[in-house]
């Protein structure tokens, strides 16, 4: 079983930026294409950003694309999330996982963006 834990989260101004993170343990994640989904309070879980097996090809939300820049290390088993520019309706809890959502949820982590 893949255990993922989700970190980096935290309070910022509107404009500024944070890096999460995600780290997998149990399972390499290698092998899957990987994604990052928030969810706001009242709100269902969104998807975010996704990445390829290798890297090479990603995809964004409307909603974050030109903010946003997913990238992973297979090597250290570890996915990310660079977030620039952020607004405060990116305030959300966000979370890893592949991208048909089939691992077990991690705890996510809080992302609290002030105007």
């Known amino acids: 079983q893949v255990q993922l834990v989700e970190s980096g989260g935290g309070l910022v101004q509107a404009g500024g930026s944070l890096r999460l993170s995600c780290a997998a343990s149990?399972?390499?994640?290698?092998?899957?294409?990987m994604a990052w989904f928030r969810q706001a309070p009242g709100k269902e879980r969104e998807f975010v950003a996704l990445?390829?097996?290798?890297?090479?090809?990603?995809r964004y939300a409307d909603s974050v694309k030109g903010r946003f820049t997913i990238s992973r290390d297979n090597v250290k088993n570890t996915v990310y999330l660079q977030m620039n520019d952020l607004k405060p309706e990116d305030t959300a809890v966000y979370y890893c996982?592949?991208?048909?959502?089939?691992?077990?949820w991690g705890q996510g982590t809080q992302v609290t963006v002030s105007s």
């Open positions: 996982n592949n991208n048909v959502r089939s691992l077990n």
């Open positions: 149990g399972r390499t994640l290698s092998s899957y294409t």
């Open positions: 990445i390829s097996i290798g890297g090479g090809t990603t």
